[in-house]
Every structure is written in C-alpha cells, then in structure tokens.
C-alpha cells in the first residue's frame, strides 16, 4: 500500500512540474476549454495562449548550446 501511495506522490509532482515547466500556454488553453465547457466564449484566452506559445518559441530558437557556455563567443 505504502508502495502504491508513493507512486502516486511522484506521479502528482512530476505532472505539477510539468505543468510548470510549461507555464502560461497551458494556463491560457486550461482556462480557454473551461469556459468553453462552462459555455462561455473561450476565444480571448486562446488568443492568449497563442501569444504565450509564440513567445515561448522564439525564445527557444534564440538559445542554443552556445548560449549556455557562456564563453564561446570569447573564445572563437
């Protein structure tokens, strides 16, 4: 039982980290499909999902492994 509880446990915090992990996008399309079910126009927050994911993208393709070496450029 106790083996099952802790499974749980670490289940439940990996699924917290993950929905940290990718913050506003999923914040935005959560409350966009809880209006919507609520039957409520969803529209505003999915624009706003759209802009956080768009954000996000650009930010991920102006880092590469060289951004995180901190010297590299100093060094070529």
Known sequence: MVEYVIVVALVAVAAIAVYQLFG??????TAAMAREIAGEDGSEQSRVAQSAAESAAAQAAAKS????TGNAAAGQ
């Open 24 to 29: 506003q996008v999923i914040r935005a399309q």
């Open 65 to 68: 492994l060289k951004s995180f």
